[in-house]
């Protein structure tokens, strides 16, 4: 017997919760458990529930659904998340990847694609929106340009590459420091020995470097 797939889905329409229902509930093995129209109720829900899959609006009040996807992937919840939006934002694409959105689909073209974005991410793959399709394209390539520039990003150990992520979120040395339970004098260090591994030089050039690979690091 197949595995009914249980999912959660979180808007503030509800009109439009009610047609995702519609859709979901038409195929077989697929069962919607629970709704919320606002961020925080959804996390509460997923995190009690832990559906297999979580369909989060972009803008919801409370949270939005990058934000839960963001704690979703910190707490190393099995969920899966499929993020639906408006916004054709590339930068917003790229910040639900960097939480573990496996989805991404916009609201427009929802009714004829979730099924398929649902299967896809119960496999474990990706399902990017066909009109947003490139964004993955120029993620890929920059990643892949970074790696050309950079190939010491390798040598960078998992220590280093954890601060360097916190560096591109505009974290200072001391909340680095507080946030791992580490000594300001010891993320200096490894604040150092990043910049000597990229050959980074320059009192903001670290800070700019992080930032501007902020998606890909």
Do not use: W
């Amino acid at each position: 017997m197949e595995h009914e797939i249980k999912i959660f889905i979180a808007d503030d329409h509800p009109i439009f919760r009610k047609g995702l229902r519609q859709v979901i509930e038409s195929a077989p093995h697929m069962n919607v458990v629970a709704e919320a129209e606002d961020g925080v109720t959804a996390f509460e829900h997923i995190e009690t529930l832990q559906p297999d899959v979580a369909i989060l609006d972009v803008d919801m009040p409370g949270m939005n659904g990058i934000e839960i996807s963001k704690e979703l992937h910190k707490r190393k919840l099995k969920t899966k998340v499929i993020i639906l939006t408006m916004y054709k934002e590339e930068l917003l694409f790229n910040e639900a990847l960097d939480h573990g959105v496996l989805a991404y689909i916009l609201k427009d073209n929802a009714a004829k694609e979730l099924l398929r974005a649902i299967n896809a991410v119960m496999k474990n793959e990706y399902y990017i929106c066909p009109m947003i399709s490139n964004y993955l394209i120029n993620r890929n390539q920059r990643s892949k340009q970074l790696t050309k520039d950079k190939p010491a990003l390798d040598n960078l150990t998992p220590a280093e590459k954890h601060i360097l992520r916190l560096i591109a979120e505009s974290k200072t040395s001391k909340e680095i420091a507080d946030n791992l339970h580490v000594s300001f004098r010891t993320v200096e260090n490894h604040r150092t020995n990043i910049c000597n591994k990229l050959d980074l030089h320059g009192s903001h050039a670290l800070l700019k470097f992080a930032f501007d690979n902020k998606h890909l690091l």
